[in-house]
């Protein structure tokens, strides 16, 4: 094989494995995405949760980090107003899941407003004081 | 939700901002701010939830005032958070909006000032940043607007150019001129006392009033100055006064060899960041001389309480042992040297059973110790051991300011 031919090959390599690459980053967020909106069941998502810090820093996976964080917030977001407003969700289950959340924001998210917003626009009580 | 959950929810809120080292304070402080608004029941929780959530050095008396006045703990509320919100971040306006829902005017009149505070610090912070730039800003005065105005009905109106026919702002709301600042005089506090990320407890009017100079202990006054001694560094001394001593008492000139030299030898000259800095090399009239030059070369020189300390309550009664321990030193950092002989002038009732293995002077017993054998040190030096206190002093040459007030004489001299 000539010299030319085996940089054509090397080439083409190349353009296949970012390929593969690319579409293993799509497949794997889609993965992940499926998973967590799939899941019906509160305590399997809390451990799919607890997981996704050392699923996005894995040198073994290809993801866009940012999109991943981006759902995984809002994923979480959700998740913790429905914890939080159920009724029947222990009260400590709700502490615990509070914590939970919050600790895979930190590790994943820089400042995690997302989380911050829905926690500020929650129905805590019912209302003010007065007025 | 009740109120232990939501307390729960705050205490847990609060734990986790605190293990992230306060990373996502302002946020927290937001969150839990909201949740204090929001709890439809005030209950002992909700007042324990407000109190942690504002300024630690609010006085409990202060906060069961706030309980007893209307929405007090909720204005409080708002301010604290306004007062350190970020004003990059639209976080801040959600928190403002949700937390400003309160009647203002059943709240206490000291609160209302520090809102008034507040106010004049956006519409300033508003219009220094100018049209545009200072969004959030402009937007948190919008969101407080109402209370403004309620607070500023009738005599305490604003300037009719900012309002009006219908009471409103006559300008854009988005301009920051049309925010008219308070000009209440008895509205405002001192801003000294007020400045932003401030904790309002901070302020003067939060402060508790300072003892009554009858009950601070006489030793623990700032101008008590032994009755034994002569003060070294007077805070009366001022640049280009003549320091005299009388004859009667002790003075840096009569002090005695040290106890403990050193066997290192001096260290380097240093670069002295200060001209009027007090050297190793001085002799004790240049102590003197610098610190009359600068007397404010320490907070604690200004109101030194020296006390009498003889040597023996500085090495006694473990002075066997510390001897041994540094003459075991390798190589020997500090060397001991014995006292010269002094006649005992405690009654031999007192005076110690076991003799040391060299002379020590004992106490008099009008609490001096004997002529040329005393020692003037800081009373809050007492603590520390003399020869480590001596090492440092050895090794650190900024340490001999230290020294020059405790009016340890120079060692360099001897």
Known sequence: ?131 | MEGLILFEIGSSLRAWDEGSKGRFAPYIQGIIAVIIAKMRIPNALWAMLARNNLPTGVPNIVFQDYLTHGDSVLLANLVHFTCNANRFDPFSIAVVRLLSKFSIDVTLLEVQHDFCVMWNELVQEAQNSGEGSGNITILLLREIWQHYSTLHQDADAPPPEYLNTFGGLSGPLDNPSSYPPCGVHGHRLDPKHYAPNVPIAEAAWLLPPPPAPSSIPPFLRPDFVSPDIAPFSSPSVHPGDTVTQSADKPTIHSMPTPIIQSSYPPPPAMPQPYPNAITPSDSPENMLQATARCPTISSDLDHPTPVTISIYQLTSPPLADRATAAASLDPPMIRMVPLPPSPSLLPSSIAPTSSPPFPVPLLSGSNQAPSGQEILISSSTTAVPPIAHQSSFERDPMATSSAAKDGTPDKSSI
């Not at chain 1, 889609?30 to 909106?37: A, K, M, N, S």
């Not at chain 1, 451990?47 to 290809?62: A, M, N, Q, R, Y």
């Not at chain 1, 502490?95 to 805590?124: D, E, G, M, S």
Request: charged letters at 20%; one cysteine or more.
């Open chain 1, 1 to 131: 094989m000539e010299l030319r031919d085996r940089q054509n090959v090397r080439s083409n390599w190349l353009v296949f494995l970012n390929a593969i690459l690319e579409q293993s980053a799509k497949i794997n967020f889609h993965i992940l995405e499926w998973t967590v909106y799939d899941l019906y069941e509160d305590h399997k998502l809390e451990k799919v949760f607890e997981s996704i810090p050392g699923f996005l820093k894995s040198d073994k996976v290809t993801i866009d980090s940012d999109q991943a964080r981006l759902m995984t917030e809002n994923a979480m977001s959700q998740f913790l107003g429905n914890t939080l407003l159920s009724n029947s969700v222990p009260e400590s289950v709700k502490v615990c899941r509070l914590t939970k959340c919050l600790n895979v924001a930190h590790q994943v998210l820089p400042i995690p407003r997302v989380i911050f917003h829905k926690l500020v626009k929650l129905n805590w009580g019912g209302g003010p004081h007065s007025v």
